[in-house]
Structure formats: C-alpha cells, structure tokens
C-alpha cells in the first residue's frame, strides 16, 4: 500500500493518540460496567489497529473492508487481504477473540443490501457494545450502485447507522447487554447537505450566531457538521428508544493527501470523531435526550500528536463552554453514565 494515496488510510500520530488514550479508557470502562468482554462491529482497516489496541477487552469482532480504492493518480487498485484475514485467524487460533466475521465490500451494499461481495450473509446475532465506524469521507458522500434492473441507486452513512441502531434494537429482546459505546469518524472540511432542512430552533438559532464569520475554512463546516450529525442521529435512536448522549466531538488533523488542485501539495484533512453513549429504554417513558443548546456551545476536543486539549478556534468570535478534556471524567460524568450504567459493576 503506498503511503500518500489520497483515499487509502495511513496511519497517523493523532490517530494513534484517539485510539490509545480516548477510546481504549471508554472501552475499558465499559468492559468493566458490563463485566464482561465486548462485541465490536467497525472499520479497523486492513491492520486492525483498531482490534489489536482494544484487544483485551473483545470478544467477537465484525469488521467491514472494502475491496479497493482510489491511489494518488485516481487510479483504482484492490486492497490486499491477506493480512487483515490472517490476523483475525491468529486472533480467533490463539483465543484472544472467541469469534469473528470479515466481510469485503461497502458497508452500505452489505449493511442495506445484506450481502457481500463475496456472497456473504450479513446477519447480527449478537448486541453490538463497540461500534467504531471511520469513514473515509463525509457523512452524506452518497455510494451510488445499480439495483437488478441497472438502476442507479445512492445509499448514505446515515442509512447504515439506521439499520444497525434497527439491528440492535431488535437483538434487545434476545440478549442481556443493552449498553453500547458508539464512535464515527468523518471528514469535517464539507458537508453536501442543505442545513436549511433541518427543522430544529436550536440548531437554527446556533447557526445564526455565526453567519456573519467570514474567515476559517473549517470553522462554518466543523459546526454544521457538529449540528447536523446530532440532529440525525439524535432521531434515529429515538426512533429505536435508545437513550443516547454525545460527548464534545474531537476535532483533527486526518493523514497526508496530495492536494491536486495545488500541484499535488501535501495537505491534511480535517476530522471529526463523534462518541455516543446508548442505553435501551425500557420503561414506557420518553428517552432521555441532552440539552442540545450546551452540547453545540461545549469547545471541541483538538487532538495533537501527543495530547487532548480544548479548541480555541481564532475565527470562531462567540463564547464557548470550556471542561476537562478527558476521556475518562467526560464519560464517568456523563447522564447516561451515572445514570444507566453506573448501577451495574463498574470500580472506579
């Protein structure tokens, strides 16, 4: 794999840093609030970085991989599978995980269409209590495919996000784990959709207070996307009675590109990684749902090559509400945490 393709994943310094010491201290928190091992559905790319830095507290993976991708001449090659395959076997072999299912293609063919490119079922037998969902690209990039008759038909991440939150909500009834930590990873520096649709008065009223900033490429974006994010997500598991919190999204450089439109210009993109908390509802009352106004008001986390801190964007001329940027306290303090989950077996 070569290493400044502009669609193929490198990894990076503030990847590293995210993986390490933001998601593994959840995970391991929610490992322990469960006392028992976890079940991780994601994107850990073909070295699965992902699944060997949580290791410890897996126990069955589920793990999408396309089959190939764009290099820096917007040539498509294949992705080599040899070895994300041989080590999910040496992990299954040497019962470091009980079980795992690799399946190759889109995870929008295969989640909505159900199989993949090698004629694999995808079925969910099991409550998901990990997801990581890092896409390569921005949260409305369409996937377009043909159906049967050769008509074109476009799928979203929004789409799959649906018909996992459906999944889960369905094993609820067959499974005793209903707690699940949930991270997404997508390009910040865009965002296709139109912001008008959103029919919210705290998002509109959010998004009035900036209008008038003209600097900062990413600084209208970053927010839109923020807002946008919550409002989609927040319906689909509400639909699906899930309580569910955000925590302050973390805001970061993604890996190297060439630029060609500035004569193949190393730059990066700019990320954003969400992290939700979920819970099933299982009273008949409503689920509990975040004071929206403080989560789009809340800095975001900046990861650096080494460390979390707080984002003082320049551009941005608006008061915004400072906290710890720790994993940890971020999510101990959380509603969903002190309230869901700290009843089971957690030990600080």
């Not at 994300?84 to 190759?104: G, M």
Request: proline share 2%; aromatic share 16%; hydrophobic share 35%.
């Amino acid at each position: 794999m070569k290493k400044k393709d502009q669609f193929c994943y490198t990894d990076h310094a503030r990847k590293e840093v995210i993986r390490k010491h933001w998601c593994k201290e959840q995970i391991k928190i929610l490992h322990s609030t469960l006392g028992k091992k976890l079940i991780y559905l994601g994107l850990p790319g073909i070295e699965g970085l992902d699944i060997l830095e949580w290791i410890d507290y897996l126990e069955k993976v589920i793990v999408f991989q396309c089959s190939e991708y764009k290099n820096s001449k917007n040539k498509t090659e294949q992705f080599d599978f040899v070895h994300l395959t041989e080590l999910l076997e040496n992990l299954d072999k040497s019962e470091k995980i009980k079980t795992y299912a690799l399946f190759r293609g889109f995870i929008e063919d295969i989640v909505i269409g159900g199989f993949d490119e090698n004629g694999g079922v995808f079925d969910i037998k099991d409550f998901v209590t990990v997801y990581n969902l890092d896409f390569c690209n921005g949260l409305t990039t369409p996937r377009n495919t043909r159906d049967l008759k050769g008509n074109i038909i476009s799928y979203f991440k929004i789409d799959v996000i649906k018909k996992l939150v459906q999944y889960q909500n369905e094993l609820c009834e067959q499974c005793n784990g209903k707690h699940f930590i949930f991270y997404m990873t997508v390009h910040s520096n865009f965002l296709e959709s139109n912001m008008d649709e959103i029919d919210s008065q705290e998002i509109t009223l959010f998004r009035k207070k900036f209008k008038s900033v003209t600097k900062g490429k990413n600084t209208l974006a970053v927010r839109d996307l923020k807002a946008y994010t919550y409002f989609k997500l927040a319906e689909i598991f509400k639909e699906n009675s899930f309580h569910f919190e955000f925590l302050p999204p973390i805001f970061y450089q993604g890996s190297e590109y060439p630029n060609r439109e500035k004569g193949g210009k190393l730059e990066n993109h700019w990320m954003l990684t969400f992290t939700i908390l979920g819970t099933k509802n299982t009273t008949k009352n409503d689920v509990y749902q975040q004071d929206m106004k403080k989560y789009l008001e809340d800095k975001f986390v900046f990861a650096s090559n080494t460390k979390f801190q707080l984002f003082n964007d320049a551009h941005f001329p608006f008061s915004e509400n400072d906290y710890t940027p720790s994993a940890k306290e971020l999510l101990i303090n959380s509603y969903i945490f002190k309230n869901y989950w700290l009843p089971l077996n957690y030990d600080k």
